[in-house]
């Protein structure tokens, strides 16, 4: 079962999923359903009406004491996502847990969110029904839990949405209703065709219902719009009024309707489980309703916390720390080793960094870069890789080698450099030059500054920032191609740092860490600002890329 992080927070399946080996052990009718994957784990194929019904009697049975019966030829309801509607329903009337009056319109077959709402809460339903067939089936199943005296279903007929399920109910406030309205319009929208996007996946399940129970003219937005018409004229008769919508873009329309028609108190949410998603309105004429804030924005939030990460596991760490020594790094953990390396790779890149504080045992380095250097240098080192498989090969002879013909002109350090990244057989390297084969002769790197001038940057011994000023001395040095004092020749690697003064132009700041992770290490890269996050992704990828060829090559 897919369910999803980003379920209601007192759903009880948010961060507990039905374990489905368990129970098909317990419950005979459900084990016959559950089959094992390639993978040695139970699952169960929802596509199928018979398995989907057991599950649903399962779950209802194990986690609430209820036992209910469907027919196959009505709408099967799914629990977790039924408890996301209950419990946002606890949200709207302060999750207070007196008896409340509620309304189920539509209850269907299996009164499931009459069912849940009074065994979880004590709540009193009134449980509508048009169908003759869901009405039966939701007296037997009212009846045979016992909850006749918190849940009466009553048979309204075919248009009837509020006003005639109220008439005997003159003098009782309702506290909310609840609706699951027909979702399509025709037999072609609930078969998918022209109402479903052709990129969006198939459904992972199979759709049950009968014709009153998933269509209805002019499809869910009609019909909400008809609740919305009662609403109007029964007002203060409920606290609140609420339906879920099964298309996202029947919210927008529906809530500009609420507006014009001067409804003061309007929310909504979203109910998520794996790949279904569900979106749900409310709307009161009461000024003393708490209106709860939409959720998603809170999923965004934490969307944009959420760090890049990958993993480099205990096998390759020995390898990792012979790599750090051969550069001169005197680490001795796997952490300062690997942040040694990964200060190399930034200072190759001109990605200015510097430590920052973090917890004993991990390193953080806030990164800041001023160019996509990760990407240009790919590009470079394919194109001379390129180049390179195109130049004119001496013939070859019996008893001699073949040998590549070099290039008259003096190369850059640049493609000096790129071109250690080219293997023997001429294939170019997938993401970074060798930094195994680059000596430490240089400590001097050439960058761009914010107005686009080159600067020469002088790395310090002991690790800390440098400031990237303008100096005359400097620049006269690298015009002349002079090479740098011996003392920093002798300066090793992983104690260089490059930073930025006044770096307000850049193309993204990030957060790096490098944190032991029981015999593993992990690196996470925490967004902070800049243009694109796409950029961060690709510098990520790079990194990742860099440290699994320093394992493969040593």
């Not at 609430?64 to 209950?86: A, S």
């Amino acid at each position: 079962m897919a369910l999803n992080k980003s379920m209601h927070p007192r759903n009880r399946y948010k961060d507990k999923p039905p374990d489905f080996g368990y129970l098909a052990s317990k419950y005979p009718d459900f084990q016959q359903h559950v089959h094992t994957s390639l993978a040695g784990r139970p699952v169960v194929n929802f596509k199928e009406p018979e398995a989907v019904r057991a599950l649903t009697c399962t779950l209802l049975k194990e986690d609430f004491g209820l036992t209910i019966q469907i027919p196959l030829e009505r709408l099967i309801p799914t629990v977790p996502l039924r408890l996301n509607y209950i419990h946002w329903v606890e949200d709207l009337i302060d999750g207070q847990k007196q008896p409340r009056r509620g309304i189920d319109i539509g209850t269907g077959a299996s009164c499931i969110y009459p069912l849940l709402g009074a065994t979880m809460n004590g709540w009193y339903f009134l449980a509508t029904e048009v169908d003759d067939i869901c009405f039966d089936y939701a007296t037997k199943n009212v009846e045979q839990n016992n909850l006749s005296d918190l849940i009466r279903v009553v048979k309204v007929p075919q248009k009837t949405l509020l006003m005639d399920a109220l008439k005997e109910e003159t003098e009782i406030v309702f506290d909310f209703c609840m609706c699951n309205p027909p979702f399509f319009a025709n037999q072609l929208e609930a078969k998918g065709v022209n109402s479903r996007n052709s990129r969006r996946p198939p459904p992972s399940s199979v759709n049950t219902g009968g014709v009153t129970e998933i269509m209805a003219e002019g499809g869910e937005l009609e019909f909400v719009k008809r609740i919305i018409h009662d609403s109007l004229q029964l007002k203060k008769r409920l606290r609140w009024y609420s339906c879920m919508l099964g298309k996202k873009c029947s919210l927008a329309p529906l809530k500009e309707e609420l507006r014009k028609q001067g409804v003061p108190k309007v929310t909504h949410t979203e109910f998520c489980q794996g790949r279904t998603m569900r979106w749900a309105l409310a709307w009161s004429f009461y000024d003393d309703v708490i209106v709860p804030s939409p959720p998603s924005k809170k999923r965004k939030l934490e969307k944009v916390r959420k760090p890049l990460s990958f993993m480099l596991p205990e096998p390759g760490l020995k390898e990792l720390q012979a790599k750090a020594s051969a550069l001169g790094c005197t680490a001795r953990s796997p952490v300062e080793s690997i942040t040694a390396l990964l200060e190399k790779t930034l200072t190759d890149l001109k990605v200015l960094h510097k430590r920052v504080p973090c917890r004993k045992g991990e390193q953080s380095l806030l990164l800041t870069a001023v160019e996509n250097t990760w990407i240009h240098n790919r590009q470079k080192r394919r194109e001379g890789a390129r180049q390179l498989r195109e130049l004119p090969r001496a013939p070859q002879s019996v008893g001699t080698s073949t040998q590549i013909p070099t290039v008259t002109a003096a190369p850059t350090t640049t493609q000096a450099a790129e071109n250690q990244s080219v293997s023997i057989d001429n294939t170019p390297a997938d993401n970074v030059q060798d930094n195994c084969a680059l000596s430490n002769e240089t400590s001097e790197e050439v960058t761009l500054n914010p107005t686009g001038h080159q600067k020469e940057v002088s790395e310090c011994v002991s690790g800390g920032d440098v400031n990237m000023e303008t100096s005359t001395s400097a620049e006269a040095g690298q015009e002349t191609g002079a090479k740098e004092a011996p003392a920093a020749e002798s300066e090793p690697p992983c104690a260089k740092t490059l930073s930025l003064s006044g770096d307000e132009h850049f193309l993204l700041k990030c957060l790096l860490n490098v944190t032991p992770e029981e015999r593993d290490v992990v690196i996470e890269m925490h967004w902070v600002e800049g243009q694109n996050k796409d950029l961060m992704n690709q510098l990520c990828t790079f990194l990742k890329n860099t440290l699994l060829r320093f394992i493969g090559k040593c």
